[in-house]
T-cell receptor
Framework: EPEVTQTPSHQVTQMGQEVILRCVPI?????FYWYRQILGQKVEFLVSFYNNEISEKSEIFDDQFSVERPDGSNFTLKIRSTKLEDSAMYFCASRTSSGSGNTQYFGPGTRLTVL | GEDVEQSLFLSVREGDSSVINCTYTDSSSTYLYWYKQEPGAGLQLLTYIFSNMDMKQDQRLTVLLNKKDKHLSLRIADTQTGDSAIYFCAEISTDSWGKLQFGAGTQVVVTP
């Protein structure tokens, strides 16, 4: 069964450093998402991406964040200058254009630790 | 803004039924979902319901939706130890590009 994959599974970085989190969505999916979950808190929406542009973003997704689909398979989240409060689990999700309840399929997540 | 609320903890004996409750505020919700998260793992979709339905059954899972009260529940029949996990309720509204609004999650602990 096709699945969303994410790399790395765990990333440790120093405050102020740039990180890129990578995702490979399911191959025929057209909508892509990033969410994050700070330890013990709710899963929060960051951004949605469709047709090579951001379609919606949350207040969390400020100028430090960017997303890109550099080729036909990868979808990346870049954090330019990480802060301690960026430490969280980051989930990528994807879905098809219609049907199946607009269901989003999630990857296993990347745990980002900012020291 | 939109909000989704869940009770935080549920303890249930193996073999009994579990009922996890969720309330939401967004009256333009179109789809409502239940996701399961096991320790250290991602979010696994369990089931979903369209907002014009009031019930959906899928093997051991029964979803009930009371749109008037904005109340969603998930019933797990014959709960097993493998059902121990955190269960998230989530909704999508018509005026978004698919932004999922999640509840805080209900930790379900199944005891033998």
């Amino acid at each position: 069964e096709p699945e969303v994959t994410q790399t790395p599974s765990h990333q440790v970085t120093q405050m102020g450093q740039e990180v890129i989190l990578r995702c490979v969505p399911i191959s025929n999916h057209l909508y892509f998402y990033w969410y994050r979950q700070i330890l013990g808190q709710k899963v929060e929406f960051l951004v949605s991406f469709y047709n090579n542009e951001i379609s919606e973003k949350s207040e969390i997704f400020d100028d430090q964040f960017s997303v890109e689909r550099p080729d036909g398979s990868n979808f990346t989240l870049k954090i330019r200058s990480t802060k301690l409060e960026d430490s969280a689990m980051y989930f990528c999700a994807s879905r098809t254009s219609s049907g199946s309840g607009n269901t989003q399929y999630f990857g296993p997540g990347t745990r980002l630790t900012v020291l | 803004g939109e909000d989704v609320e869940q009770s935080l903890f549920l303890s249930v004996r193996e073999g009994d039924s579990s009922v996890i409750n969720c309330t939401y505020t967004d009256s333009s919700s179109t789809y409502l979902y239940w996701y399961k998260q096991e320790p250290g793992a991602g979010l696994q979709l369990l089931t979903y319901i369209f907002s014009n339905m009031d019930m959906k059954q899928d093997q051991r899972l029964t979803v009930l939706l009371n749109k008037k009260d904005k109340h969603l529940s998930l019933r797990i029949a014959d709960t097993q130890t493998g059902d121990s996990a955190i269960y998230f309720c989530a909704e999508i509204s018509t005026d978004s590009w698919g932004k999922l609004q999640f509840g805080a999650g209900t930790q379900v602990v199944v005891t033998p």
